[in-house]
């Protein structure tokens, strides 16, 4: 059951709990200790309540709690799926661009950066 309609659901409970009680302490003898102890089990049972209200509350949150550390988790995951895909284009791009070029045995225009070119003067 979703926990908004546990919540309705004990509030409810509560409710028609407190009219019964009012009406069970008006209905007794008036000896001032039975009614006193009366109202103690009513404190007693509705302190259960409010109890199992907390408890249902805090299991929700840890619920909750748990749904986000694993959201976060897939989106930290889906991330590293897109860095890694991305890596391995750069990675593949370069071995294209590396493999795809001329040997080194085939001579470059240039044959020495540091000589002058043939009609250029020093």
């Known amino acids: 059951m979703h926990f908004s309609m546990l919540r309705a659901a004990a509030r409810w409970l ?3 709990y407190a009219s019964a009680a009012v009406s069970a302490l008006a209905a ?3 000896d001032p200790e039975t009614q006193w102890r009366r ?3 009513l ?3 509705v302190t259960r309540l409010q109890r199992e209200e907390h408890q249902a509350q805090r299991i929700d949150l840890e619920r909750q709690r748990l749904e986000s550390q694993l959201s976060d988790a ?3 995951r889906e991330k590293d799926v897109i860095k890694a895909e991305s890596s391995n284009r750069l ?8 493999f795809s070029k001329e040997g080194p045995d085939t001579p470059s225009p240039d044959p020495h950066p540091l000589e002058p ?3 250029s003067e020093p």
């Open 28 to 30: 007794e003898d008036p």
């Open 117 to 119: 070119s043939p009609g």
């Open 74 to 76: 897939e989106l930290r």
């Open 43 to 45: 404190c007693a049972d």
């Open 39 to 41: 109202l103690g089990q």
């Open 14 to 16: 509560s409710l028609h």
């Open 91 to 98: 990675i593949q791009d370069f071995m294209k661009m590396f």
